[in-house]
Each structure stands twice: as structure tokens, then as C-alpha cells.
């Protein structure tokens, strides 16, 4: 098969598209023809030698992809060949196959095309599970979503609204209205306000329940500052650093504050399956109904891949690139 491979560690230059083995099938597992991936800001840091893939996954990078069973494991019995699918995966998305086991694979949901569901493994799974089983995010709750027109922050503005919370974001001012459609009820542009005082204002001094965040040490201090009593934040990547100096821990204690952080590449096949279990019967009806939906800033051709991850280095997509697999 071919598949997007690495020079050697560094840029966007390093990616080109060379033969690879085909991957083995186990007697659980389904074997896919990918028709698209996407990309997420783990391919990123992989291709710079900064996030190695899970030991017994795929060193190939893209971590969801969406396609059509090929063939299948002896001892698979829920799946057969031409059934279409998606996948969060442990590596492996940038390539014209592509091994899933058979728990892990959910079906495409009715109406959506495999660009569509390409967009949907990695930042709704993250989502849900950083909203629904870490925050316990409850109706009527107000929510911080930091970048709120990124992959995740698009597809946690559309599950906060399901929950029957509020969500309020920061994006830069041009993806304002984006996020405004999905159903945010607040865009605080980060470039030139401060969101602390900006979330207070809006919320007339009471805060949120709940925070989202990607940066770490820099918002780390004015994330505490805007929770309220018994609130939660969920820290999923560390993009503006890991050191925050002079931090006041007080709110911690005098808000009886939850602080977590989570990834969800590295955690144990049990806990994906049923996570992906638990966002099929949440989501998968909503998804037919066009109630949710997966949020695509461009489709890019496969051989475009190293252009591709100079657009989200720049920051320059609001919601999911997605790469058209094959040829």
C-alpha cells in the first residue's frame, strides 16, 4: 500500500507518500480502505519526533479515518466487506489501508459522506469525553471553551448545546461567527481582550462551571480566576507551555476547584470502545438529523498533505482539514 511517511523529524517538507506493507489483520480486527483522514495537531507534533505513537500502534500518522471494510478477521461476525465505517485510531489514518479492531469501528452515520465522517473520531470523542465523563457538564451550566473554532472547541460548542449548557468561546475575531452558528453564546477574541474579564463581564461576575482548555501555563491562572464554586477544568494539551510561575493556588481551595487533564490516544482499547459506544448512542441520531455536525474548514487531496500541515501550524482552519485518501 502507500502511505504518508517521514523523511526524518521536522517539517512539512519532511511528509511524501511512499509503499508501505500492508497492515496484518488479527482474528478481531476489520481491514479498511481508507477514503479520507484528517488531520490534528498530534500529526503535527509526530512528525517532529515530539509525540511517538503508543507501543503496538502504528508508527504511520492519522489518528481517525473513514472507509470501507475490505476484509475482516475470523472472528469478526458484527461486520463484512463493504461495510462503511469510521475509526478513531492509534496511528495509522495516513495510509490506503488501515487496521481497526472490530469494537472500535462505528458506522458512518446515515446521510454523511466519508469526508464527513473522517471529521468526526478524534475531536467528538475528545469532546465528549472531556464534556460529558470528566466535566459531568449538566444543563444550564456555563462552559469556557478555549480555542472554540478548532476541531474539538467546534465539535464541544455543539455538544455543550445538546447537554442543555451554555457555551461561550475564544477564537480569533474572524471565526467569530463560526462559532456563534454552532450555538456559542459568547465570542471573546483572545488577540485583543482579556477573556478573564470579558467571561466575568458577560456573566455579571458569577463565572462558568466549567472550562475547557488547550494552552496550560498561560491561561492556567485566569482559568482558575473565572470558574465558580465546585468548578471543573480539563486541560487536554499544553500548545502554549508547561511552566505557569506565580500562580495563586488559593482558588483551588477556596472554590473547591477540579482541575484534570486527560489525552486519549494513549488509553487502553477497553476505555475507547466504550467511549465510542457511549458517543454513538449520545450522538449518532443527531448526526442523521443534522442536528451535529461535523465542522470542515477544506478537503485537500492526500499528495497535498505537507501543505496541509502548514495551514494548521499557521492556524489558519476553522474546524477539520480533511485529506482525501488514495488516488
Not at 451550566?141 to 472547541?153: N, Y
Not at 491561561?219 to 480566576?225: E, K, L, T, V
Not at 505537507?306 to 485529506?323: D, F, P, S, T
Request: glycine share 8%; net charge negative.
Amino acid at each position: 500500500m502507500k502511505a504518508v511517511q517521514i523523511k526524518e523529524f521536522g517539517g512539512p517538507e519532511q511528509l511524501f507518500i511512499g509503499d508501505w506493507d500492508d497492515p496484518k489483520v488479527g482474528p478481531h480486527d476489520l481491514l479498511v480502505m481508507v477514503k479520507a483522514t484528517a488531520l490534528n495537531r498530534a500529526d503535527t507534533l509526530q512528525r517532529m519526533g515530539k509525540y511517538p505513537p503508543p507501543k503496538g500502534d502504528s508508527p504511520i500518522m492519522g489518528l481517525e479515518m473513514a472507509g470501507e471494510v475490505v476484509a475482516v478477521g475470523e472472528a469478526v461476525s458484527r461486520w463484512k466487506v463493504g461495510d462503511q465505517v469510521c475509526s478513531l485510531l492509534g496511528g495509522g489514518g495516513y495510509a490506503e489501508l488501515a487496521v481497526v479492531h472490530e469494537d472500535l469501528a462505528m458506522p458512518i452515520p446515515e446521510g454523511l459522506q466519508y469526508e464527513e465522517a473522517a471529521a468526526i473520531p478524534e475531536v467528538f470523542l475528545t469532546a465528549y469525553q472531556a464534556l460529558i465523563w470528566l466535566a459531568k457538564l449538566e444543563k444550564d451550566e456555563r462552559i469556557l471553551i478555549h480555542a472554540g473554532a478548532s476541531g474539538v472547541g467546534t465539535a464541544a460548542i455543539q455538544l455543550a448545546r445538546q447537554q442543555g449548557a451554555i457555551p461561550i468561546v475564544t477564537a480569533s475575531a474572524p471565526k467569530h461567527e463560526l462559532c456563534l452558528q454552532l450555538g456559542a453564546e459568547k465570542a471573546i477574541d483572545y488577540k485583543s481582550e482579556d477573556f478573564a474579564e470579558a467571561v466575568m463581564a458577560h456573566t455579571k461576575g458569577e463565572g462558568v462551571h466549567v472550562v475547557l482548555d488547550f494552552l496550560a501555563a498561560p491561561y492556567f491562572q485566569r482559568n482558575m480566576d473565572v470558574l465558580q464554586a465546585d468548578g471543573r477544568m480539563v486541560i487536554l494539551a499544553l500548545m502554549g507551555g508547561v511552566k505557569a510561575e506565580q500562580v495563586n493556588m488559593a482558588p483551588i481551595l477556596r472554590k473547591r476547584l477540579h482541575i484534570m487533564g486527560s489525552t486519549l490516544r494513549a488509553r487502553s482499547l477497553d476505555y475507547k470502545i466504550k467511549l465510542s459506544r457511549d458517543l454513538q448512542q449520545h450522538l449518532w441520531s443527531a448526526f442523521a438529523a443534522k442536528q451535529v455536525q461535523p465542522v470542515i474548514d477544506r478537503i485537500m487531496d492526500w499528495r497535498d498533505v505537507a501543505e496541509a500541515h502548514r495551514l494548521m501550524e499557521a492556524n489558519k482552519n476553522a474546524g477539520k482539514i480533511i485529506l482525501k485518501v488514495g488516488s
